[in-house]
């Protein structure tokens, strides 16, 4: 497992979990389509690295890396 915060441009990772937070933003993440097993591609970050703009399921998000936290990833 790594941290969200670790991606660079260009990597992908796969959702294999969520770290024990806070259970609403969990919610959010799901109903996002960010559960388990998911693939996902960092497309760019921002100028000062926050937040990271991520393409899953052929849907472009940004989030923030204190949010995305709570996500387990392995890097593929």
Request: charged share 20%; net charge positive; aromatic share 6%.
């Amino acid at each position: 497992m790594i941290s969200f915060a670790s991606l660079k441009p260009g990597d992908q990772g796969k959702i294999c979990g969520f770290f024990p937070g806070d259970l609403v933003y969990r919610q959010k993440l799901l109903a996002m389509g960010l559960t388990p097993n998911t693939i996902f591609q960092v497309i760019r970050q921002a100028p000062l690295g926050d937040p990271v703009q991520i393409r899953v399921r052929q849907v472009d998000l940004c989030l923030r890396k204190s949010e995305a936290a709570i996500l387990q990833i392995e890097k593929l």
